[in-house]
């Protein structure tokens, strides 16, 4: 990517924050808006996850990345302190690739 397409795209995101902020004015959302903004992080971060993990080249792989991911998610879920969760994450997808 050149940095005339990179400076373009981050006036663009600087601008539209900027617009959301003259538009609304200190406005509150309407209260079904506010709720689906609320939950657009909780969506976002798995299907960025997913994506990352699960596609490469534009095509669906099931990897090494994928098992280190889901043993991230087991650590997490068991709640594992953060650090752990990332070492464990690599060290599984470090294996799984020694292992192929």
């Given at each position: 990517?050149?940095?005339?397409?990179?400076?373009?795209?981050?006036?663009?995101?600087?601008?539209?924050?900027?617009?959301?902020?003259?538009?609304?004015?200190?406005?509150?959302?309407?209260?079904?808006?506010?709720?689906?903004?609320?939950?657009?992080?909780?969506?976002?971060?798995?299907?960025?996850?997913?994506?990352?993990?699960?596609?490469?080249?534009?095509?669906?792989?099931?990897?090494?990345?994928?098992?280190?991911?889901?043993?991230?998610?087991?650590?997490?879920?068991?709640?594992?302190?953060?650090?752990?969760?990332?070492?464990?994450?690599?060290?599984?997808?470090?294996?799984?690739?020694?292992l192929a």
């Amino acid at each position: 990517m050149s940095w005339t397409a990179l400076l373009v795209l981050a006036a663009g995101a600087y601008g539209f924050k900027v617009l959301g902020l003259v538009v609304l004015g200190g406005r509150q959302l309407p209260a079904p808006l506010a709720r689906c903004v609320a939950l657009l992080p909780a969506a976002l971060l798995p299907a960025l996850i997913a994506v990352q993990t699960l596609t490469t080249d534009d095509r669906w792989v099931v990897d090494a990345r994928a098992a280190g991911v889901g043993a991230a998610i087991v650590a997490a879920w068991r709640r594992a302190p953060f650090p752990v969760v990332i070492v464990l994450g690599a060290a599984v997808t470090a294996a799984v690739r020694a292992l192929a």
